[in-house]
């Protein structure tokens, strides 16, 4: 989050969307933390009501606000590489962040549901915080549509749909003649070369970021599609046990989005790993300078 906020990057729109992304997966991650050091304590802070409807309408509208900004990085990187001026003009700073003010309202908005819908110790359920069947409001099945098509659906595509439309810029950017210029001409263009290199290692930073995300949370699209198929269907302890153990295997892999990040960033984007050494040299040098300043 730190190297995001760089001088040399932050003015690119791409990186508000990244950092925008860190900020949710963050959040998340703390909040299963903190499940996990209240239970090795002795107490479950999940079997509080309130607690459990809190935490479960964070990590949702974390999970789904982190994928769309994802995805508005996705159509920023096509904006980006268009050859239409029009077109180039929504890869901008102040486009990002009125996208990133509504992303974040509409998530909040959407997912209020979960204050009504969650509640600890619900019977034969797989957690001790889960969805609720015993209401009027058929929770389980809006549950099971939202996470589909708002977060398992839209950005996965668009995410996949944009990507394609970026490279395919860039293939047609590089077979494109080049047309001897003016000198002075030449110049603007040597001027914008390191631009466009750090808009490339962006690029890779961000579609290796959008192949963990969809590969993280496929299996769980899988899984709430079978659980809403066999909602209502007797079941044996059995296959109760073995449904249970698999919720908990694709709820891990779901989560390690916001616990690898750091490291995909770290091995697909060669900006991010010089960033992060200047930010590490810079630091260095100002712990030196204050063993060094006399008492």
């Not at 000198?183 to 963990?212: C, E, G, Y």
């Not at 899988?222 to 659980?227: A, D, T």
């Amino acid at each position: 989050m730190i190297v995001f906020t760089r001088k040399t990057l932050r003015s690119n729109p791409c990186v508000v969307y990244l950092l925008a992304t860190t900020i949710p997966c963050t959040l998340a991650l703390y909040f299963a933390y903190i499940v996990k050091i209240s239970q090795n304590l002795g107490f479950d802070l999940t079997t509080r009501p309130i607690f459990c409807k809190l935490r479960m309408y964070i990590v949702n509208s974390s999970q789904f606000t982190s994928s769309w900004f994802m995805m508005l990085a996705c159509i920023d990187r096509y904006a980006s590489s268009s050859k239409y001026v029009h077109i180039r003009n929504f890869s901008r700073l102040s486009i990002a962040y009125r996208l990133i003010l509504i992303v974040t309202l509409t998530g909040c908005c959407i997912y209020t549901y979960i204050l009504h819908c969650y509640d600890s110790h619900v019977p034969n359920s797989p957690i001790v915080c889960y969805i609720r069947t015993d209401t009027t409001f058929p929770c389980y099945l809006f549950d099971s549509i939202i996470f589909l098509t708002l977060f398992s659906t839209i950005p996965p595509a668009g995410m996949t749909i944009f990507g394609a439309l970026t490279l395919l810029n860039i293939r047609k950017r590089c077979f494109r003649q080049i047309v001897p210029l003016p000198t002075i001409v030449s110049n603007v263009n040597r001027s914008k070369a390191p631009m466009q290199q750090l808009d490339l290692k962006l690029l890779s930073m961000l579609f290796a970021q959008v192949l963990m995300l969809i590969l993280s949370t496929m299996p769980l699209s899988i899984y709430k599609i079978y659980s809403a198929a066999t909602v209502n269907l007797m079941k044996t302890q059995m296959r109760r046990v073995i449904e249970n153990f698999l919720f908990q295997l694709v709820l891990t892999l779901s989560n390690l989005n916001n616990v690898t990040t750091f490291y995909w960033y770290l091995l697909s984007g060669r900006i991010f790993r010089k960033e992060l050494m200047q930010l590490f040299k810079r630091q260095n040098k100002m712990t030196a300078r204050r063993l060094t300043i006399p008492r």
